[in-house]
């Protein structure tokens, strides 16, 4: 028997319960029942948002969770995402073009939004996402974070950086270029949108590097410390 503190045959824990009941009667008894669909419904809650609480220009989008971790086998459809409400359009888009912006320095600004606007609602989003979100290639979206990041000193947090896939090394060059001017961690896990922990993992690993500089050649620093000989030498770059 459904406990009274359940809703009886009401709303959407009713409907749930009733589906549970006649299609899928194998899935436990009242009580596991109950607990599943309280379960649905929290998530249902969690991930739903009212369209009419959005603002003119915004769209509502499903990041990849920025704690959510990519492993081997780990497709984008087995990781947890969040919805997260992104302003495609904003004021600040008109009065940089009434200010004489070109259409790619406008662009370049809306990227940045995007991704920082996703990362404050807990989620991360892709080169191929903001590509998608705007109308444009995924090659031109990555020059224009590139073209950002260098223009302001800082590092976006995109997937590429926030759970360091991908080719580039940008983000540890600048983490390690701010070690090198002798600014804090903590201060540089902030300025770059990175945990303290990757900061201290890059700047350790680049101190390992300088040690054996001099030493031994790239490839037996590739070897000795297990980095690829392409890291190597993308650390000892910042030591020129």
Same mark, same amino acid.
């Given at each position: 028997m459904t406990s009274p503190a359940t809703p009886q045959g009401k709303g959407i824990h009713g409907a749930i319960k009733h589906l549970l009941e006649e299609q899928y009667a194998f899935v436990g008894g009242d009580r596991v029942q109950d607990m599943l669909i309280g379960d649905l419904i929290k998530i249902f809650q969690q991930y739903s948002r009212d369209p009419w609480n959005l603002a003119v220009g915004q769209t509502l989008w499903f990041a990849v969770h920025m704690d959510e971790k990519p492993g081997p086998g780990k497709t984008l459809a087995k990781m947890k995402v969040v919805?997260?409400?992104?302003?495609? @359009?904003?004021? +600040?888009?008109?009065?940089?073009? $009434?200010?004489?912006?070109?259409?790619?320095?406008? %662009?370049?600004?809306?990227? !940045?939004?995007?991704?920082?606007? !996703?990362? !404050?609602?807990?989620?991360?989003?892709?080169? !191929?996402d903001v590509a998608e979100l705007i109308g444009v290639s995924a090659g031109t979206i990555g020059k224009d974070i590139k073209a950002y990041q260098t223009e302001q000193g800082v590092i976006l947090p995109y %997937?590429?950086?926030?759970?360091?896939?991908?080719?580039?090394?940008?983000?540890?060059?600048?983490?390690? &270029? #701010?070690?090198?001017?002798?600014?804090? @961690?903590?201060?540089?896990? %902030?300025?770059?949108?990175?945990?303290?922990? $990757?900061?201290?993992?890059?700047?350790? &690993?680049? #101190? #390992?590097?300088?040690?054996?500089?001099?030493?031994?050649?790239?490839?037996?620093?590739? %070897?000795?410390? +297990?980095?690829? +000989?392409?890291?190597?030498? #993308?650390?000892?770059?910042c030591l020129r």
């Open positions: 919805p997260a409400i992104l302003s495609i @359009t904003h004021e +600040e888009d008109k009065q940089m073009r $009434a200010n004489g912006y070109s259409p790619q320095e406008v %662009r370049k600004y809306r990227v !940045a939004r995007l991704l920082k606007e !996703a990362h !404050a609602q807990k989620g991360v989003l892709t080169q !191929a %997937r590429g950086t926030i759970h360091d896939i991908g080719p580039s090394m940008t983000h540890k060059k600048v983490i390690i &270029a #701010k070690f090198l001017q002798n600014i804090p @961690t903590p201060d540089i896990a %902030r300025m770059t949108q990175h945990t303290e922990e $990757a900061c201290d993992r890059y700047i350790k &690993a680049f #101190k #390992k590097v300088r040690m054996l500089h001099g030493k031994m050649e790239p490839l037996e620093i590739a %070897r000795m410390l +297990e980095m690829s +000989e392409r890291l190597v030498k #993308k650390s000892l770059e």
